[in-house]
């Protein structure tokens, strides 16, 4: 399932290199392509920065061993999922480390064009969901089962939910199921966005600092449950095939192994850049602590890539081309 119907993974702004960082709130930029991309012979990369802090840290510690390792000059392009896929094509950007699933533009691109070939799998393993806190869980059970939504329904209102329970979402520039599933489940919920990742984190923080109730879609990996631990909340069992059409989802969000995905020109003539990215691959617990640096302890990305590279050189030894 595409990553752009299945979450606003909007991202903060003081979160992203040189823009804001979340999810789906991020600026196109396929405009302002890089001047070292599609430069055949160079030895240069371009890398596509998706705008949550996850796939941040991909691309910190890619692009801080392809530098200081591999001697590259790393360029980075902040785009919005669909329009990276574009800019991929055209030889814009060479490499997207972390996409959640683009089932269209696969089709199109490597099945139809050939312009675009899969790099392997990143290693984390993506899902999307509805969680409550943990401490509200634990006063009240039955709230983690969908079917006993309505009842929390006036627990879960803000001045923004227009008299219903509150389902807060990040980004209003994503297409998430969300409001099919209000929908479609018969729930007296109203989709609330925060915004971007930054604005929703912020809201958490302060829902659960007064210790209020509230219903947020949120995913995994993420930092965050470090900080506010919360459950998820059971909906319909997904199904192969459920998130088919988009205005009749009625069913949980998958499982998604994450992927990297290279312009086909770069994954032929890349040489070293090419074969290390195409190695790289790491765990959910190595990107939140990276993570974690970046958005919680406030590190620069290069920062925060350089302190988990010098702590953790067994595993990236590996992804060097030998």
């Not at 401490?135 to 929390?152: G, I, S």
Request: charged share 25%; aromatic share 10%; hydrophobic share 40%.
């Amino acid at each position: 399932m595409a990553r752009t119907r299945i979450a606003a993974l909007a991202a903060a702004a003081a979160l992203t290199l040189g823009a804001g960082l979340t999810g789906c709130g991020a600026a196109d930029m396929t405009r302002q392509a890089s001047p070292f991309a599609d430069t055949r012979g160079a030895r240069t990369v371009t890398l596509s920065v998706q705008s949550w802090v996850g796939a941040q840290a991909d691309v910190a510690v890619a692009q801080y061993l392809l530098e200081h390792e591999l001697g590259y000059r790393v360029d980075t392009v902040q785009i919005d999922e669909v329009p990276a896929w574009d800019a991929l094509s055209q030889g814009r950007v060479d490499a997207i480390l972390e996409d959640w699933g683009h089932p269209d533009q696969e089709e199109r691109y490597i099945d139809g064009k050939g312009t675009i070939v899969r790099g392997g799998d990143l290693g984390v393993t993506g899902h999307i969901g509805w969680f409550v806190p943990t401490y509200f869980a634990e006063q009240h059970p039955d709230v983690t089962d969908w079917k006993n939504l309505n009842a929390y329904a006036a627990e879960l209102r803000t001045a923004e939910s227009g008299g219903k329970g509150q389902l807060l979402d990040g980004s209003p520039s994503y297409v998430t199921n969300d409001k099919a599933l209000v929908k479609n489940l018969g729930l007296d919920l109203q989709v609330v966005f925060a915004g971007s990742e930054a604005a929703q984190i912020t809201q958490i923080k302060q829902f659960a600092k007064e210790r209020k109730p509230f219903l947020t879609y949120w995913y995994e990996p993420q930092w965050l449950f470090e900080k506010v631990p919360m459950t998820e909340v059971k909906l319909p069992a997904y199904e192969k095939g459920c998130d088919a059409d988009p205005q009749k989802v009625a069913c949980a969000y998958p499982h998604t192994p994450l992927q990297k995905f290279f312009n086909a020109r770069f994954a032929q003539d890349g040489g070293d850049a090419a074969a290390f990215l195409k190695r790289f691959r790491w765990t959910k617990d190595m990107q939140n602590d990276v993570a974690l640096m970046i958005a919680e302890e406030k590190l620069a990305p290069q920062e925060a890539a350089a302190r988990w590279v010098k702590e953790n050189r067994a595993t990236w030894q590996a992804w060097l081309p030998s």
